[in-house]
């Protein structure tokens, strides 16, 4: 369990989602998808014009909160990967590979973006967790060029944990075969565990990979993996 603050207790008590702003740069929007407003994972019905990961209110409380901000940078703070992950054709029986991430729920991703694109958004960007492993993506839409990036929502940067097995299925088809079916996925890293430093400024925004030496003793080694930004405006 990790300690939360509590952002309105007196009103609902079950809340954890809340924003910190740090001057006019960046705007940290740290958002629950796991438990107030999530329907059950399913792909099902991951096309129903209702079906919500986030819940109405934080939907909208999340627009609101992008489209007000004077800030430079919104960042999204969250749990699961918001990019699509697809993984045909494997045979895993559907086109996405995990239930339990923004595939499962498409329109409220699509609705997201919709709001992104209609307010002049120019600076989302999502830090996840929780898979495990290192990616950095464009956030798709339907017109998306993989060449020049346009079309893209925001950009996505994950972490990997520092001492959790990542995923082993994927681990055997490798970077490169998830890289030609996803080619809004820039880098993947699927075997090193460790964590990145986020450096914000005016001009970009960069996440920075650091890998652990070793999971099993406590040991000070670490190796910088990769670097990969988004420059302001670009998206």
């Not at 030496?213 to 670097?227: K, P």
Request: charged share 20%; aromatic share 12%; glycine share 8%.
């Amino acid at each position: 369990w990790m300690p939360l603050r509590m952002p309105d207790p007196a009103q609902d008590t079950q809340r954890i989602y809340r924003k910190f702003r740090y001057g006019d740069l960046m705007e940290l929007h740290m958002l629950d998808t796991r438990l107030q407003g999530r329907e059950e994972q399913g792909f099902a019905n991951a096309n129903d014009p209702g079906r919500t990961i986030l819940g109405q209110n934080q939907f909208e409380w999340l627009c609101f909160n992008m489209d007000t901000s004077s800030a430079q940078w919104q960042v999204l703070g969250q749990q699961v990967m918001m990019a699509p992950f697809d993984i045909n054709p494997l045979p895993f029986g559907q086109q996405y590979g995990n239930d339990d991430q923004w595939d499962a729920y498409e329109t409220e991703r699509n609705n997201l973006y919709d709001s992104v694109f209609a307010n002049n958004i120019q600076n989302m960007v999502v830090l996840t967790g929780d898979i495990h492993t290192s990616w950095a993506n464009d956030l798709p839409t339907d017109t998306y060029n993989s060449s020049t990036g346009a079309g893209s929502a925001g950009v996505e940067f994950i972490v990997s944990s520092v001492t959790s097995p990542g995923l082993a299925a994927a681990q055997t088809v490798g970077p490169t075969v998830l890289q030609a079916l996803n080619d809004h996925m820039k880098y993947i890293d699927l075997a090193e565990q460790g964590y990145y430093i986020l450096d914000v400024n005016k001009a970009r925004i960069q996440a920075d990979w650091f890998y652990v030496d070793r999971i099993d003793q406590v040991d000070a080694l670490e190796n910088y993996g990769t670097s990969w930004k988004s420059d302001d405006g670009s998206r």
